[in-house]
């Protein structure tokens, strides 16, 4: 995986590939061995040689861990929305009750 003027290149399940794009380097060298590492996997666990099935479980895959993600993601922006809320409540009365008292002496 050498880097080849503004080209990446990279080997995903023993074949190699140029990159290009606005990516970081290392960054795409860590997706590629990503890639492989589920295609791997997935050629261990199934058994199979054809690496166009191998690529499309791998793809399915990660499909499936990216949506888990989000919605993960949109249960905790959820939880942080009510926490947000409840303070709101509990801090609202607590600022009111200053106020209607006054100035202190």
């Given at each position: 995986m050498n880097d080849k003027g503004d080209g990446v290149r990279v080997e995903i399940y023993d074949q190699s590939y140029s990159m290009r794009g606005g990516l970081d380097a290392d960054y795409?060298?860590?997706?590629?061995?990503?890639?492989?590492?589920?295609?791997?996997?997935?050629?261990?666990?199934?058994?199979t040689v054809d690496s166009l099935r191998v690529a499309i479980l791998a793809a399915l895959n990660i499909a499936d861990e990216c949506h888990q993600l989000?919605?993960?993601?949109?249960?905790?922006?959820?939880?942080?929305?009510?926490c947000s809320s409840a303070l709101e409540e509990l801090?609202?009365?607590a600022s009111s009750s200053k106020r209607n008292a006054g100035p202190e002496s």
């Open positions: 795409i060298r860590e997706l590629a061995r990503f890639v492989d590492g589920k295609m791997r996997s997935i050629a261990a666990h199934t058994r989000k919605a993960q993601v949109q249960q905790v922006e959820q939880r942080i929305g009510q801090i609202e009365p």
